[in-house]
């Protein structure tokens, strides 16, 4: 049976809790009445992320669809981290990992499309920036680099990234009058908030993910007959932009100690 209901839940972080709040979010979840459940990253550590994606599967018992996010991956590699959840979405019939999905029907007129896209260090100003995320400390391609090395990665995985969904998008606007977008970064600066304030050029390298904008703004301005949400989180602060009439984005609030359903989608 397809969704008509989906609970959205970004930056759960499970790695700081235990299992009796796992359990109780998985509770939430079932008792909310959605049909399924959409994750936009951050599900916990590298250490942790599979256990958790299973036992959030088996306790939910709907389809869970997925992307991960930057702390996915703290104390590993982006590589190794992929390698180990592609073998627990093969072995869990309900795990639905987007970015290594087709476009994906949720309804007639509605499909789900969503890929990784870290930050990308194009926003903003690179160049200038002082902040360094833990980032650039836990996850193995990024650490022990020049900023000048890391920007370079940065923008091989942002395009990585923006090339996955062009696909998947090309091939949803092509059937499909709705199209959800799950990213972890949010890909406009419009979308970078902060304490009820957008991003500052400081912070926007880290915070965003111009490329995969790109893709989106380029794709919706050529098809102004669909429609385009577009779901992510990363920056813990909530907020609405209406990047153009037919494209919109819905940044997750979060909190740290509090995995929570940011909001049920109705379809």
């Not at 989906?6 to 972080?13: E, Q, S």
């Not at 932009?241 to 740290?256: D, H």
């Amino acid at each position: 049976m397809k969704p008509t209901t989906v609970a959205w839940l970004t930056d759960l972080h499970l790695n700081f809790v235990g299992r009796s709040e796992i359990d109780a979010l998985c509770e939430s979840i079932r008792s909310s009445g959605a049909n399924a459940a959409l994750i936009t990253g951050d599900i916990a550590t590298a250490e942790h992320l599979s256990w958790c994606l299973k036992h959030l599967a088996d306790r939910i018992q709907k389809a869970v669809y997925f992307i991960m996010g930057n702390h996915d991956y703290y104390g590993s590699s982006i590589q190794q981290v992929n390698f180990e959840v592609a073998g627990v979405v093969i072995s869990t019939h309900n795990l639905i990992w987007l970015s290594r999905s087709d476009v994906i029907e949720l309804t007639p007129d509605t499909c789900l499309i969503g890929c990784e896209g870290l930050a990308d260090g194009r926003l903003g100003d690179p160049e200038g920036s002082t902040v360094m995320l833990n980032d650039y400390y836990n996850i193995r391609e990024l650490s022990h680099l020049t900023k000048e090395s890391r920007l370079e990665v940065q923008h091989k995985l942002g395009d990585e990234a923006a090339e996955h969904l062009n696909i998947q998008v090309c091939e949803a606007v092509k059937r499909y009058r709705n199209i959800i977008v799950a990213v972890h970064v949010p890909p406009f600066p419009e979308a970078c908030w902060h304490e009820g304030q957008n991003t500052d050029d400081n912070y926007l390298p880290h915070f965003g993910c111009r490329a995969t904008g790109d893709v989106l703004r380029r794709t919706m301005l050529a098809h102004p007959e669909v429609s385009m949400t577009v779901y992510c989180g990363h920056t813990h602060s909530g907020g609405f932009a209406e990047i153009l009439p037919n494209l919109k984005v819905i940044t997750g609030a979060a909190e740290y100690y509090k995995p929570r359903i940011a909001d049920i989608i109705k379809l």
